[in-house]
């Protein structure tokens, strides 16, 4: 996973997802109600091609498709290993509504594989670039709990819900790794990338700093994009909260 579009393209696939679940998610809260809402892992495209109906589906097997097709060419990508649990996640829920909460033990399990990889993957990280994944692995945590709570309580829309950010912040992180660790031109001031070839010609790099001070430095900038991120992933979803309630009427209820 240690090149620039290793981070962008699991990034802004995870973040695409996130975004989609986190709409319907509210589209359905608001359409039902509370009392009537129910988890759903997998949410049916309708739109003018009804062949488009599984695009997520779609999405996700084609994700999966380029990252064996990566790991077979030694690419080095790790983090997508999630994309395979979604598939099976998603397929499980396709074939039976009745399975939700083993579809959601199943997705749990899966953010818990990503964190056991994630930490053990990080063990060689250090300074800056190991601070990252340590950022990384606690938005891993609250999907793996997060999960957990939506498989235990299927109508527990709060839970479905931080899911749905935690998966969205996980892509926006990893886009925001893959600019601030790999690209030349976001490296903090007075820290460098040491990049070094591999035998299959990738370069694979770290950032290095010049002092413990300009260290420190560029960890607290990390920090402070930790929350701007999750402040603006988080007003974005509350403008699709207000936006989706302002045009939905819950079923039952008459738009007079």
Not at 42 to 70: D, M, N, Q, T
Not at 210 to 230: E, G, P, T, V, Y
Request: aromatic share 12%.
């Amino acid at each position: 996973m240690g090149t620039f579009l290793g981070h962008i393209i699991p990034g802004l696939a995870l973040t695409l997802l996130g975004l989609w679940h986190a709409t319907n998610t509210i589209r359905a809260y608001c359409f039902k109600g509370s009392a009537n809402f129910t988890v759903k892992f997998w949410y049916p495209f309708y739109g003018p091609l009804s062949r488009l109906k599984h695009l997520e589906l779609i999405f996700i097997l084609s994700c999966l498709i380029l990252v064996i097709l990566a790991q077979i060419l030694k690419f080095p990508v790790l983090h997508l290993t999630i994309f395979a649990g979604f598939t099976l996640s998603a397929e499980v829920s396709q074939t039976s509504s009745n399975l939700s909460e083993d579809t959601g033990i199943l997705a749990a399990s899966v953010f818990g594989q990503e964190l056991f990889l994630l930490h053990f993957h990080s063990t060689d990280h250090v300074g800056l670039e190991g601070h990252y994944h340590w950022l990384l692995q606690i938005i891993v945590f609250v999907s793996v709990v997060a999960a957990s709570a939506a498989a235990s309580f299927p109508a527990n829309f709060p839970a479905v819900l931080v899911l749905s950010v935690s998966v969205i912040f996980q892509g926006c992180w990893f886009m925001n790794m893959a600019l601030m660790l790999w690209h030349p031109g976001f490296v903090p001031e007075v820290c460098f990338t040491q990049l070094d070839e591999t035998s299959l010609g990738h370069m694979h790099g770290a950032v290095a700093c010049k002092s413990i001070d300009a260290d420190m430095r560029a960890r607290a900038l990390a920090n402070l994009q930790f929350s701007w991120i999750l402040l603006g992933i988080l007003l974005c979803i509350g403008c699709i909260c207000l936006k989706l309630a302002r045009n939905c009427v819950p079923r039952g209820q008459s738009t007079e």
